[in-house]
């Protein structure tokens, strides 16, 4: 008798009815509370440690392994392949590419510098991006065999990745040196 309707009618196939001001507010009580644990409970699971992932990037037979941060506004594709880019701080990749490229690379953008072995020039890339401080920018990028994503205990490998090589520092804190996209 507490929770029946009044006067029940049916419109567009929908039973409504008439309900007295206390269910009403019992009612709004309740989604209020409900809502107020689940704000809490997903706020409890995302924190900032959500936001990084471990990377093992992987080129002929060299491994090196970065830290990198999760970035939801690094969208990079490589134009011609549609492959994704994750972006790597220059001076971490110096265990996995040749010296001569990685100190030229922006002469290698502004055309200033040929590479002479074809090996690695097959693997160029060059990347159109748009940023906050930067409307038109180039990005080279490096074809490398494999990475191996590392994010909350579970490993995914993903193959033929483009990595972009930035020039400058990404966390002053050096908490991590590369941006991945979430598609990876």
Do not use: W
């Given at each position: 008798y507490f929770v029946k309707p009044q006067n029940i009618f049916i419109r567009n196939g929908v039973l409504t009815g008439t309900y007295p001001i206390k269910i009403a507010l019992l009612g709004v009580i309740i989604g209020f509370v409900i809502i107020t644990i689940a704000f809490k409970n997903f706020k409890g699971k995302f924190s900032k440690r959500?936001?990084?992932?471990?990377?093992q990037l992987n080129f002929k037979e060299r491994k090196i392994?970065?830290?990198?941060?999760?970035?939801?506004?690094?969208?990079?594709?490589?134009?011609?392949?549609g492959k994704s880019v994750v972006v790597v701080e220059k001076e971490e990749l110096y265990e996995l590419l040749p010296k001569s490229i990685l100190e030229e690379s922006e002469n290698i953008i502004n055309g200033k510098s040929e590479i002479e072995n074809i090996e690695y020039a097959e693997k160029l890339k060059l990347i159109p991006f748009t940023s906050l401080g930067k409307e038109n920018g180039l990005l080279l990028g490096f074809k490398i065999d494999s990475i191996i994503v590392e994010y909350d205990d579970n490993l995914k490998q993903v193959n033929d990745v483009i990595v972009g090589i930035y020039d400058k520092v990404l966390s002053k804190s050096k908490t991590y040196t590369s941006l991945i996209g979430l598609d990876l």
């Amino acid at each position: 008798y507490f929770v029946k309707p009044q006067n029940i009618f049916i419109r567009n196939g929908v039973l409504t009815g008439t309900y007295p001001i206390k269910i009403a507010l019992l009612g709004v009580i309740i989604g209020f509370v409900i809502i107020t644990i689940a704000f809490k409970n997903f706020k409890g699971k995302f924190s900032k440690r959500d936001m990084f992932c471990n990377l093992q990037l992987n080129f002929k037979e060299r491994k090196i392994n970065i830290n990198a941060m999760i970035d939801t506004g690094n969208l990079l594709k490589e134009p011609i392949t549609g492959k994704s880019v994750v972006v790597v701080e220059k001076e971490e990749l110096y265990e996995l590419l040749p010296k001569s490229i990685l100190e030229e690379s922006e002469n290698i953008i502004n055309g200033k510098s040929e590479i002479e072995n074809i090996e690695y020039a097959e693997k160029l890339k060059l990347i159109p991006f748009t940023s906050l401080g930067k409307e038109n920018g180039l990005l080279l990028g490096f074809k490398i065999d494999s990475i191996i994503v590392e994010y909350d205990d579970n490993l995914k490998q993903v193959n033929d990745v483009i990595v972009g090589i930035y020039d400058k520092v990404l966390s002053k804190s050096k908490t991590y040196t590369s941006l991945i996209g979430l598609d990876l």
